[in-house]
């Protein structure tokens, strides 16, 4: 029988508690200000970086670990303790999951002032608790993989609290099945401390913008209703129009099951895509369209996270109109095209293959459209030191009025007549770096911040504060009259992707082949957009690749 040992954060009980066949009295232990109430080493220094509600934990890596862990000291936490082993109880577990780059680092949200946290190395994941979504749904698994019988399921936080005994955030240990959550586990604290979070104030923290919003206000999204049906052949069913106050989110070939909430202070977003078939998209836009300039900058700002593949990835957009007014109506939604017909059809549906020199463009209306996007690398030779990389962006334009719209902008950094121009790696005014365009941010979590500068004849990235890249395109310069940005997913076709994966013994993608395969799941933070900017300092124009048509 073992015994367990119960404590709380500012409150001392005493319960019985059955474990396996015996019974056993708890006595109370309790948590001191650097977290030793456990019998085990001290974790060391902790880094921490405020946001805004939020913060990474950056912390030193333990030998044995199989993940770290961070929760708030609350008097609604609960601890269960039996030797270095701990159940937690009423609390929100955040873990750092499963990552390829860097130190191992834990996001933690909806953090509203001063906040202590216990930070440990855990011998266990953190457990996969499913998908969570504002209501429970349940999705058939595809036919292609016969070895997947009957459903998974998206879960509610009531759920996964009632199972695990707290929510859990970024648990990405396995279940028996591909897409089913893990058992619980009671792991053991292989190291711990505490530390105190204060998050950064919104006045400091951000500059002046035209828009922004940090998600802290609990404004969820409400169903306006179905879209149209595309009606030009491609695929574009199921369409759901939500909005709130700040954004109009437009979901197209997800079988109704797309979620769309806010939760800690972050946007979440469940995309399933029907039949695990279709190109499902998720695109928020601002209820206002954006100007632009041909010597002065949009700069379009977000943070969100993951490990894009060629069928999923975040997919920013810029269309409009060629007459100011035509792009949003006065509830800020996109303006519905017609058809040949005269018929209302869907206003913004992807397709597959959209990048390709055939692609649809986006926009029903056939607006001009610029669309920048990450995808997974190439396993073959990139110069200049022709190895590998695990990513790349891509930016193409749509031109107005025509089919096919399709142009590629982008560099021949692979040099290779068979492949797509794409950005590989990072150059510069004497040519490919070695540097990788975003390998380094191959992750679930932390979120990556980006920034977008948008001229109508030029596109710069940074990512984390630093110059990626920066591409020039006056030949093919934007003219529309005004924009709807777009933040947006894709997933596209995931049952073949899967297959792509097993095939290829992509076998360290595992929150993508074990736990979120027929769904993605990211979250976005700190979105926003200011108009008629200048370039940020230190901003290199020597190291922009020029299309030239």
């Not at 056993?24 to 030793?36: A, N, Q, V």
Request: hydrophobic share 40%; aromatic share 10%.
């Amino acid at each position: 029988m073992l015994t367990i040992h119960f404590r709380t954060f500012g409150i001392v009980l005493t319960l019985i508690l059955s474990v396996g066949c015996g019974r056993s009295t708890l006595t109370t232990l309790p948590i001191t200000p650097d977290g030793s109430a456990l019998s085990v080493p001290n974790l060391g220094t902790v880094t921490v970086e405020p946001g805004l509600g939020s913060a990474v934990l950056t912390v030193p890596a333990v030998a044995g670990a199989g993940d770290y862990r961070a929760f708030a000291s609350s008097t609604s936490t609960s601890v269960l303790v039996g030797g270095d082993r701990e159940q937690v109880n009423g609390g929100v577990i955040f873990c750092a999951g499963f990552q390829q780059h860097n130190a191992p680092k834990i996001q933690v949200d909806g953090i509203n002032g001063p906040t202590q946290f216990v930070v440990e190395a855990i011998d266990k994941p953190c457990p996969f608790p499913g998908a969570f979504g504002r209501t429970h749904a349940d999705i058939p698994y595809p036919q292609e993989h016969p070895d997947l019988q009957g459903s998974f399921s998206i879960f509610t936080e009531a759920e996964i609290r009632a199972r695990y005994g707290s929510m859990i955030i970024n648990g990405q240990g396995p279940g028996r099945m591909a897409g089913q959550p893990a058992e619980p586990v009671v792991p053991r604290v292989l190291a711990q401390t505490t530390v105190t979070v204060s998050p950064l104030a919104l006045s400091t923290a951000v500059p002046r913008t035209t828009f922004f919003d940090d998600f802290s206000q609990n404004d969820q999204p409400v169903l306006v209703g179905d879209l149209p049906e595309a009606t030009d052949g491609r695929q574009g069913f199921y369409g759901e129009l939500y909005q709130n106050t700040n954004w109009s989110f437009y979901t197209y070939n997800a079988e109704h099951a797309a979620h769309v909430f806010i939760d800690r202070g972050v946007l979440r977003v469940i995309l399933p895509d029907a039949a695990q078939g279709p190109f499902s998209t998720m695109v928020a836009f601002p209820r206002r369209p954006v100007q632009l300039s041909s010597t002065r900058y949009l700069h379009a700002t977000f943070q969100t996270a993951g490990v894009p593949t060629g069928r999923r990835y975040w997919w920013m957009t810029l269309c409009g109109a060629a007459q100011a007014g035509q792009t949003m109506d006065a509830d800020g939604r996109l303006v519905l095209p017609l058809d040949s017909l005269g018929r209302p059809t869907a206003p913004f549906v992807g397709v597959g293959f959209f990048m390709l020199p055939d692609g649809r463009n986006p926009s029903l209306a056939m607006w001009n459209c610029l669309q920048i996007f990450p995808q997974g690398g190439t396993l073959g030779p990139v110069p200049p030191t022709f190895t590998p990389v695990e990513s790349q962006v891509t930016l193409i334009v749509n031109r107005p009025g025509v089919n096919p719209s399709v142009v590629n902008v982008n560099p021949d950094q692979l040099q290779d007549p068979n492949s797509q121009h794409s950005w590989y790696r990072q150059q510069n005014a004497s040519g490919l770096l070695a540097a990788t365009i975003l390998d380094d941010q191959q992750r679930f979590s932390p979120r990556t911040t980006y920034d977008l500068y948008i001229r109508r004849d030029r596109v710069v990235l940074y990512v984390e504060g630093e110059q990626r890249l920066c591409n020039d395109f006056a030949p093919v310069a934007l003219t529309m009259a005004e924009g709807a940005l777009g933040f947006g997913n894709v997933l596209y076709h995931s049952a073949e992707e899967r297959w792509e994966f097993i095939r290829a013994g992509y076998t360290g993608l595992r929150q993508l082949l074990n736990n979120t395969p027929f769904l993605t799941a990211p979250t976005w933070d700190n979105m926003g957009y200011e108009e008629g900017v200048s370039a940020p300092p230190g901003f290199d124009p020597t190291a922009c690749f020029a299309y030239r048509g």
